[in-house]
């Protein structure tokens, strides 16, 4: 079954790839690795706002962590003109969650991302990853995302 497919299956149709919010580029491809930019939280009904520990769930949180890794697979989908048969492993995640410094479940955040992308991927979409703490971030929103990619030439 094609990536596209479990996406359909889940209901979710991925997005055109978000543009960049300041001066960089969305990704950068080197050989095989890609490289992905921070990816925020932003759902159909815009930016998903708020800060862990201060009145945002953990299970919020998570699902804002999914959008990102949506928006991630958008600009692999992007980087790889279309064909996300390309996609051939996750390689990295690194996840920012906005929080109090008391908050101490930024990996149960980040696993709104991760689970997704093995659900999606199966073994592919296993990767190593880091998970912290970030006094704010752009826009106010909940979660950002990077993630480093192998893909197909």
Do not use: H
């Given at each position: 079954m094609t990536i596209t497919a479990r996406l359909a299956e889940r209901g979710i149709t991925l997005p055109n790839a978000?543009?960049?919010?300041?001066?960089?580029?969305?990704?950068?491809?080197?050989?095989?690795?890609?490289?992905?930019s921070g990816q925020i939280s932003q759902g159909p009904d815009g930016l998903i706002k708020g800060?862990?520990?201060?009145?945002?769930?953990?299970?919020?949180?998570?699902?804002?962590?999914?959008?990102?890794?949506?928006?991630?697979?958008?600009?692999?989908?992007?980087?790889?003109?279309?064909?996300?048969?390309?996609?051939k492993r996750?390689?990295?995640?690194?996840?920012?969650?906005?929080?109090?410094?008391d908050f101490i479940d930024q990996p149960k955040v980040i696993n709104g991302a991760s689970d997704f992308l093995v659900a999606v991927l199966g073994d592919a979409g296993r990767h190593a990853?880091?998970?912290?703490?970030?006094?704010?971030?752009?826009?106010?929103v909940a979660v950002e995302i990077e993630g480093i990619f192998e893909i197909s030439a």
């Open positions: 978000p543009a960049p919010a300041a001066n960089y580029v969305p990704f950068v491809l080197d050989g095989t690795t890609l490289y992905v800060r862990l520990g201060d009145g945002m769930s953990v299970e919020d949180g998570a699902a804002a962590a999914q959008r990102c890794a949506i928006s991630l697979l958008a600009q692999v989908n992007a980087a790889c003109g279309g064909d996300l048969s390309r996609l996750v390689i990295k995640l690194t996840g920012f969650v906005n929080s109090t410094a990853r880091s998970a912290v703490s970030a006094a704010s971030l752009p826009l106010g």
